[in-house]
């Protein structure tokens, strides 16, 4: 007696779940889809760019779109005629000045934040938020009146001091949160090996916070570069002002100089672009690393 054997079942695969089945889908989707609105976005974002590049480059007085032939008397005249060179000066020292202070000052706090324990320690970190939601336009004139009372009214040194005051919670906060993520063992067992509280820091602490320290310091930089208020109500002297409150002399109430202002803001702009170049790779890490829970 011959008995048949039924054939075995086909095995169905179940549908890709979870991460696998998503990069599969991804992997899957036209290409189209993804290059069209990358690319509408990047002419979008380009465009102002060229424009700008189109009006430094070309000659005054020229029409065309495409900057030819090309020419650098914008450049010239600002940087000579239009003193760009001693905004320029100004800016990087007001900009360093600012990045050094604020690093130091935040470096302090954001470490007795995180490593020591006192009463008013959530109060004092909710006023440090708080000050987030205060325009700087507000603190003009207690500011004003201060540095009219020490005598620090068109001095570099008061636009300085107020960047700085102005970057100083945001910064701590942050730094703080970096300080965290660094294991207390590690300070705890170079104390053992015989170094004090500010040794360890130094030897152990400090260079696990460099991507911090760089993504802290490089926001102070930027924004002092770009601020406009401060050197505007603090600077008075034409020979102390800074590259935005230049830039804004370049405008006038009956004409603008196009070419001009185009190239100077190609000037205010190429510091910033090269910083972030830069430290684009320790920019990212340090992001990260104050955004996982050590």
């Known amino acids: 007696m011959i008995t048949e054997i039924a054939p075995a079942p086909e095995r169905v695969e179940p549908p890709p779940t979870g991460t696998r089945g998503r990069r599969r889908a991804w ?89 020591f324990d006192f009463r ?22 207690p500011l004003f009146e201060i540095f009219a009372n020490l005598r620090m009214i068109n001095s570099l040194s008061s636009v300085v001091i107020a960047e700085t005051v102005f970057q100083l919670p945001l910064s701590m906060i942050l730094i703080s949160g970096f300080i965290r993520n660094v294991p207390y063992s590690l300070e705890e067992a170079a104390w053992v090996d015989g170094c004090n509280r500010f040794t360890a820091f130094r030897i152990v602490v400090l260079p696990l916070l460099r991507p911090g320290l760089i993504a802290v310091g490089s926001f102070a930089f930027v924004h002092a570069w770009n601020h406009f208020l401060f050197a505007l109500m603090f600077l008075s002297d034409q020979g102390k002002q800074t590259i935005p409150v230049g ?48």
């Open 27 to 115: 992997d899957e989707a036209p290409r189209w889809q993804i290059y069209v609105p990358l690319s509408i976005y990047l002419v979008f974002t380009l465009i102002p760019f060229y424009w700008i590049l189109l009006f430094a480059l070309r000659p005054a007085g020229s029409t065309s779109l495409v900057p030819w032939p090309m020419t650098f008397e914008h450049f010239e005249k600002v940087w000579n005629e239009r003193a760009f060179g001693t905004y320029f000066q100004n800016s990087v020292l007001v900009g360093v000045s600012t990045l050094v202070m604020t690093t130091l000052v935040a470096l302090a706090g954001g470490y007795a934040l995180a490593r």
């Open 247 to 294: 830039l804004n002399t370049l405008m006038s109430a009956d004409s603008v100089d196009l070419g001009a202002l185009a190239a100077g803001g190609i000037i205010a702009a190429v510091p910033v672009v090269l910083v972030f170049a830069f430290i684009q790779k320790w920019l990212i890490t340090g992001f990260s690393a104050g955004a996982v829970k050590g």
């Open 120 to 141: 008013i320690k959530r109060a004092f970190m909710l006023a440090l938020l708080c000050t987030q939601f205060v325009p700087g336009a507000l603190l003009l004139v």
